[in-house]
């Protein structure tokens, strides 16, 4: 098995409130993050992709075909955006890492032709990420 | 789709302290060959990276597998307070009869952290330069 990796960045902004909770909750729970206005972060994006070489070109997947579903899936929908208020597929949630990492997952793994998703990486910040896999599947 | 999906939740922290690689279990030249530069008596020092990652459910309310504020805080009273600008060998009362290499490093933080009540402590990753990386993720069972 072979896993390739490839990177993208995308910049958007977001805030963290959940409306069930008080404002007072929303401050202690969420901090800086609960600022109503929002803020924003550069997102670096792993996506890995788990497959054997096919034996004619070499590839597990094309990368220029990942490169064009990354783009349509997730450049195109998240980067410069609201998370809040312009992604569809984050409404009702809170748009912390977690959750835009699983949002990814679910919108990449159909899209994914040959071999299979196997990993998403999220980083936030360089110093604050979430993964997401199938259980069991972690490891590279 | 989203069932059997795990999500993990990665923290970088820093600290910079020093350390001197001597066993008590050998000879002064069998340190200075099996350690090199790294047994002078007056130590030295690095910049470390601690990599933290934890696992669980999300929880809807929050979106958060853990609070990170309060994963930020047991992580700075166990192991940022206690090792940051510190002599690991001095100072650490865990290594006063362990060698303080990153190995050994890495265990320990792993063992301040694994009762972290929030979220499973999955595994640690510690860099002790750019080019050194060790990980632990405890025993296998």
């Given at each position: 098995m072979?896993?390739?990796?490839r990177k993208?960045?995308?910049?958007?902004?977001h805030l963290?409130h959940n409306?069930?909770f008080s404002?007072?909750?929303?401050q202690r729970?969420?901090g800086?993050?609960?600022?109503?206005?929002?803020?924003?972060?550069?997102?670096t994006?792993?996506?890995?992709?788990?497959?054997?070489?096919?034996?004619v070109t070499?590839?597990?997947?094309d990368?220029?075909?990942l490169?064009?579903?990354?783009?349509?899936e997730i450049t195109?929908r998240m980067?410069?955006?609201?998370?809040?208020?312009?992604?569809?597929e984050?409404?009702?949630?809170?748009p912390?890492?977690?959750n835009?990492a699983?949002?990814?997952?679910?919108?990449?793994?159909?899209k994914?032709?040959k071999?299979?998703?196997?990993?998403?990486?999220l980083y936030?910040?360089?110093?604050?990420y979430a993964d997401?896999?199938?259980n069991?599947?972690h490891?590279? | 789709m989203t069932e059997?999906?795990?999500?993990e939740?990665?923290r970088?922290?820093?600290?910079s302290?020093?350390h001197?690689?001597h066993s008590?279990?050998?000879?002064?030249?069998?340190?200075?060959r099996v350690?090199?530069?790294?047994n002078n008596p007056?130590?030295?020092?690095?910049?470390?990276v601690v990599?933290?990652s934890?696992s669980g459910t999300?929880?809807?309310?929050?979106?958060?597998?853990?609070?990170?504020a309060?994963l930020?805080?047991?992580?700075?009273?166990?192991?940022?307070?206690?090792?940051?600008?510190?002599s690991?060998?001095?100072d650490?009362a865990?290594f006063?009869?362990?060698?303080?290499t990153?190995e050994n490093i890495?265990k320990?933080?792993?063992?301040?952290?694994?009762?972290?009540p929030?979220?499973k402590?999955?595994r640690?990753?510690?860099?002790?330069?750019?080019?050194?990386t060790?990980?632990?993720?405890g025993?296998?069972?």
């Amino acid at each position: 098995m072979v896993y390739l990796t490839r990177k993208l960045e995308f910049s958007a902004s977001h805030l963290y409130h959940n409306p069930a909770f008080s404002a007072e909750e929303n401050q202690r729970i969420f901090g800086k993050c609960n600022n109503p206005h929002g803020h924003g972060h550069n997102y670096t994006l792993e996506v890995t992709v788990a497959g054997e070489p096919d034996p004619v070109t070499g590839m597990v997947l094309d990368l220029k075909e990942l490169k064009e579903i990354l783009e349509r899936e997730i450049t195109q929908r998240m980067d410069h955006r609201f998370l809040n208020y312009e992604v569809a597929e984050l409404k009702g949630q809170i748009p912390t890492c977690e959750n835009i990492a699983r949002v990814i997952w679910n919108l990449l793994e159909p899209k994914i032709s040959k071999g299979r998703l196997h990993k998403v990486r999220l980083y936030e910040t360089p110093d604050l990420y979430a993964d997401c896999y199938r259980n069991g599947a972690h490891g590279a | 789709m989203t069932e059997g999906l795990k999500i993990e939740l990665g923290r970088c922290y820093r600290f910079s302290a020093s350390h001197r690689l001597h066993s008590s279990k050998l000879s002064e030249e069998e340190n200075r060959r099996v350690y090199g530069k790294c047994n002078n008596p007056y130590g030295h020092g690095h910049n470390y990276v601690v990599e933290v990652s934890v696992s669980g459910t999300v929880d809807p309310a929050t979106g958060m597998i853990a609070n990170l504020a309060d994963l930020d805080g047991f992580v700075e009273r166990e192991v940022i307070e206690p090792f940051d600008h510190k002599s690991l060998n001095e100072d650490v009362a865990a290594f006063r009869d362990n060698v303080p290499t990153t190995e050994n490093i890495c265990k320990e933080i792993f063992e301040r952290l694994r009762h972290f009540p929030e979220a499973k402590l999955e595994r640690v990753r510690v860099e002790e330069t750019g080019n050194n990386t060790f990980e632990y993720a405890g025993e296998e069972l």
